[in-house]
């Protein structure tokens, strides 16, 4: 089972609103990753996970807040949000983000993502 | 600054026949490559993975890896109007990081 979901599937907010992007995996993968992307463009990493703490984050804007309560779930907490920042929204996981690279443990899987739409 | 690129097409081929899509890699440290079909509005699918120089195979997709030119390609055999959509060549470094390509448009022509 390479399974990653994703919730809500579709999500409209106005500037001022908070809201969050849900994301879980019961892989047992412990590296868990945020993509943006717009269209006609390939995913922007945003943030990684390793082990459930923040190794990685490509300079993303503070009213994107990541979490990660647990081995299985990945948050995305939005607050204060652009018209730019419409895209969807892809979380993915592999099994372990560092050491030899090989099939079973760099491979990442994308969940169906979020359709963010900022107005 | 590390680069994958890719033709962006849109590479146009007659059903039944094979699709070849290339990339190529700046990064010479680069150690895993995969490549994602993505439908239209819908996420990125893995369709392979490849770590060694050479062919590997899986049903009508063949990857083909030649580290020493930076090369990566895939070969669809038998396409088939479903495999219309923008494939995306991915590079893993020694990091943790995949670099995307910007992805080829394909579309199979009944």
Redesign the interface.
């Known amino acids: 089972d390479t399974e990653v979901t994703q919730t809500p599937k579709h999500l409209v907010m106005g500037m001022t609103n908070k809201k969050s992007l849900k994301c879980e995996q019961h892989m047992g993968h412990r590296a868990m990753y945020w993509y943006k992307q717009k269209a006609k463009k390939p995913p922007e990493l945003m943030f990684v996970y390793s082990y459930e703490k923040l190794s990685i984050n490509e300079s993303v804007p503070s009213r994107f807040s990541p979490e990660c309560p647990n081995s299985s779930l990945l948050n995305l907490h939005l607050h204060a949000l652009q018209p730019e920042d419409s895209a969807l929204y892809l979380c993915a996981s592999s099994l372990y983000t560092s050491g030899a690279p090989g099939p079973s443990t760099d491979t990442q899987y994308f969940g169906p993502g979020t359709r963010l739409t900022v107005l | 600054q590390k680069e994958v690129e890719q033709n962006s097409g849109p590479l146009s081929v007659p059903e039944g026949a094979i699709a070849s899509l290339n990339c190529t890699y700046s990064d010479r440290g680069s150690?895993?490559f995969?490549w994602?079909r993505q439908y239209s509005?819908?996420?990125?699918?893995?369709i392979m993975?490849i770590?060694s120089n050479g062919d590997k195979e899986d049903g009508r997709f063949t990857a083909q890896l030649n580290k020493a030119s930076q090369y990566v390609s895939l070969l669809i055999r038998d396409s088939q109007p479903s495999d219309s959509a923008t494939y995306?060549c991915?590079v893993?470094d020694g990091n943790?990081?995949?670099t995307?390509?910007?992805?080829t448009r394909l579309t199979i022509i009944p």
């Open positions: 150690q895993s995969f994602y509005g819908k996420s990125p699918e893995l993975f770590y995306l991915a893993r943790e990081k995949l995307f390509g910007t992805g």
